[in-house]
């Protein structure tokens, strides 16, 4: 009314006290969220970190390799052997290979984090068994005695479509909740697999603490903690976007001061879900066909329409090798019938470092123009009808490529004979290298049972063993070794643990167990060598 007052009003310290303090709340609130979302940054660093440890371990060993077949200096004229430039040149392709799979786990994890959605571009076909086994041996126990708390149990092997790195983090997660309470009295961790319904299901039991109600009822939200230390409230909720980009689900039971489970269901690879995920994945794939069979090409053209991919196609009279951009393309499709031996070599050796995968077509009723090797065996398909070929398409390209775990045949059984026993077939390799150029006899086994297979039949004098690996442990291997009459011959020879890390509380154990000394890998040509010398 033209009259301007002054002087103090109650009201308004009740409105600057509430804006103030609800300003202090809101400022809390966001500092704890960003430093929730830095932990978890920080935990997805470390599990970055461990899946890079054995590609950059192999990669080292790779270098010494190098280091050893090359020669110091030519100045005596001394000409580098076909068989030498061979080992290097396959050498050479394999870290290419280790290189983009650590690339390819890196861009997996970061999109992962992005936004937290799922990629699926990475999906494949994957053994349960296969994954779970690997987790539970690589897991970070904080005590020895703790992986003897977890009790694994399946009726029989089941296939999965997903990505096994975000399975097994899945796994991590689980155990590393459970562990939290393992001091409670009979405590302990059951993880069974069985089917039910057309799907898959994963139990993880623990009878630790349990969760009361009001908590299990916010499990999977994200930033929630029921009042754990260093808990960032975003693993189970990120476990349960992983299931669910996997068309499965996750649920929690649990009853408390008894016990907790988690029950993850996925569905079979025959299922709709997966027919659904598969069909979407093909829009996105690029295709070439190398032929010149019309009929072929029609029925690829046909499969192209349905499932919206790429189809590109190359007449093997034009074909130029050189042409090939293996960044261009997800599967290739060869007529047999039209290619040569050196087209099809040249084209092997073009994509042996990539993910591409091939299939090559022959006809029932037609002569084969070319032999093919047992490397090329798993990619050969009879031709006669567009649904098998549907099939065989679908099947290729969602399956993983894989290198072969080969045991190696020993040449001259006079030499002293080394086996080396890794599931790492880079690091089963180089070591051999390195053992036969010094005048070793070497053989190689990926899994502690393959190892106890051939000790049945053919003496060693020594052992280099990984202490974990999938199937059978480097562990289990060496109790039955010194304990089972069956290798008696075997009983007092060295085993040589060849572990990435291993500390006093591991070394004392193993020692017990019957583990002669350590190696840890990877490690130097004269690391390796001094310590085997050392026991021969």
């Known amino acids: 009314m033209g009259n301007i007052g002054n002087g103090f009003h109650s009201s308004y310290l009740i409105v600057f006290s509430f804006s103030y303090f609800t300003g202090i709340c809101f400022n809390y609130r966001n500092r704890i969220e960003i430093e929730s979302k830095q932990l978890f940054s920080r935990s997805f660093s470390s599990g970055i970190a461990h899946e890079m440890r054995n590609p950059l371990g192999a990669l080292y060993a790779s270098q010494e390799v190098l280091l050893e077949l090359l020669p110091e200096s030519l100045t005596d004229n001394r000409l580098i052997s076909n068989a030498e430039i061979s080992k290097l040149r396959n050498i050479i392709k394999d870290n290419i290979s280790i290189i983009n799979n650590g690339h390819n786990t890196i861009n997996l994890l970061l999109s992962s984090i992005d936004n ?58 689980l155990l590393k909740n459970s562990f939290y309470y393992k001091d409670k009295t009979n405590f302990k961790i059951i993880i069974s697999v069985y089917s039910k319904n057309n799907e898959t299901i994963i139990s993880v039991k623990d009878y630790g603490k349990g969760i009361s109600s009001t908590s299990i009822k916010n499990i999977f939200t994200e930033y929630y903690t029921s009042g754990k230390k260093n808990n960032t409230g975003l693993g189970l909720s990120f476990c349960k976007k992983v299931i669910d980009a996997f068309a499965g689900s996750i649920e929690c039971y649990s009853t408390e001061n008894i016990s907790t489970t988690f029950i993850i269901r996925l569905p079979i690879i025959t299922s709709p879900a997966v027919d659904k995920m598969k069909y979407d994945l093909m829009s996105v794939k690029k295709i070439l066909f190398i032929g010149n069979q019309n009929k072929i090409l029609s029925d690829i053209n046909h499969l192209a329409f349905f499932y919206n991919f790429e189809l590109f196609y190359k007449k093997t009279s034009s074909y130029n090798i050189a042409d090939l951009n293996t960044n261009n393309y997800d599967c290739i499709i060869i007529d047999i019938n039209t290619i040569n031996n050196t087209l099809l070599t040249e084209l092997q050796d073009k994509i042996a470092t990539t993910t591409i995968k091939i299939i090559i077509i022959h006809h029932k009723n037609d002569a084969q123009r070319i032999t093919l090797s047992k490397a090329y065996e798993s990619y050969v398909f009879e031709y006669d009808h567009i649904d098998k070929l549907q099939k065989k398409l679908i099947t290729q390209i969602f399956t993983q490529k894989k290198p072969n775990n080969i045991l190696f045949d020993t040449i001259n059984s006079n030499k002293t004979k080394i086996m080396i026993v890794d599931d790492n077939i880079s690091l089963r390799l180089y070591s051999g290298i390195l053992l036969k150029n010094a005048g070793y006899d070497v053989v190689e086994a990926d899994n502690g049972l393959t190892a106890l297979n051939y000790l049945q039949e053919t003496a060693v004098d020594l052992i280099l063993m990984d202490s974990q690996m999938p199937i059978m442990s480097g562990i289990e291997a060496t109790k039955e070794i010194r304990t089972n009459n069956q290798y008696s011959l075997h009983q007092h020879i060295p085993i040589i643990c060849y572990s990435g890390s291993l500390d006093e509380l591991q070394k004392e154990h193993l020692v017990n167990v019957g583990i002669t000394d350590f190696l840890i890998k990877p490690s130097s040509k004269t690391t390796l060598l001094n310590i085997v010398n050392q026991w021969l």
């Open 116 to 173: 937290q959605k799922i990629s699926p571009n990475s999906f494949h076909h994957f053994s349960i068994n296969e994954i779970i086994n690997n987790a539970l041996d690589v897991y970070g126990y904080k005590n020895k005695s703790d992986r003897e708390l977890v009790f694994f149990q399946m009726n029989k092997d089941n296939l999965f479509f997903g990505n096994d790195i975000l399975l097994r983090y899945v796994i991590f997660n």
